[in-house]
T-cell receptor, first 115, second 110 residues
């Protein structure tokens, strides 16, 4: 099993450009989520999904879109990049036991710089 | 407002001692709480999950307690080693989503 795979690992964007961060998992997890982590801070939830076709907003959703067409993939789209979106982005997946979110498996992260 | 606070940004201890990390929360009613380890440049790695009806959980040298009255979880690493040096994050259940604290960076000196 590869676990959670994120691509790319590094990206530099110009202000106003758009791009998609890819996330794929091979563990058949229902729950997938995207976080951003700024220096010295914890993880802040951007968007999440409890299954294919179902997505919802987290704590900091503005400027980002997601879709979940398959169980395996959960791409994050930056619509018009801004310097405030410079951060490290983590994708995670986990099983759901009822409504309980079990241990999360994280990808290695994408370091995004917007200039 | 909802808040998660982890004790001091950095914790330095001597090898062999017990490290105790704190996670306090306000205005949450978590059904469970998780602890993760994060090394520089890497994603967090799951360590332990403790449910609201559990007082304590252990895994090898790790012990977690969960006091829903005090709204606090304590994370202990016994017989600490330099390899335990990392940032440790607590994560609360927040209506099925996980909300993370800012983390505590632990340094274990030989």
């Amino acid at each position: 099993n590869a676990g959670v795979t994120q691509t790319p690992k590094f990206q530099v964007l110009k202000t106003g450009q758009s791009m998609t961060l890819q996330c794929a998992q091979d563990m058949n997890h229902e729950y997938m989520s995207w976080y951003r982590q700024d220096p010295g801070m914890g993880l802040r939830l951007i968007h999440y999904s409890v299954g294919a076709g179902i997505t919802d907003q987290g704590e900091v959703p503005n400027g980002y879109n997601v879709s979940r067409s398959t169980t395996e993939d959960f791409p994050l789209r930056l619509l018009s990049a801004a310097p405030s979106q410079t951060s490290v982005y983590f994708c995670a997946s986990s099983y759901l036991q009822g409504i309980m979110n079990t241990e999360a498996f994280f990808g290695q992260g994408t370091r995004l710089t917007v200039v | 407002s909802q808040k998660i606070e982890q004790n001091s940004e950095a914790l330095n201890i001597q090898e062999g001692k017990t490290a105790t990390l704190t996670c306090n929360y306000t205005n949450y009613s978590p059904a469970y709480l998780q602890w993760y380890r994060q090394d520089p440049g890497r994603g967090p790695v799951f360590l332990l999950l403790i449910r609201e009806n559990e007082k304590e959980k252990r895994k090898e040298r790790l012990k977690v307690t969960f006091d829903t009255t005090l709204k606090q979880s304590l994370f202990h690493i016994t017989a600490s080693q330099p390899a335990d040096s990392a940032t440790y994050l607590c994560a609360l259940d927040n209506a099925g989503k996980s909300t993370f604290g800012d983390g505590t960076t632990l340094t274990v000196k030989p």
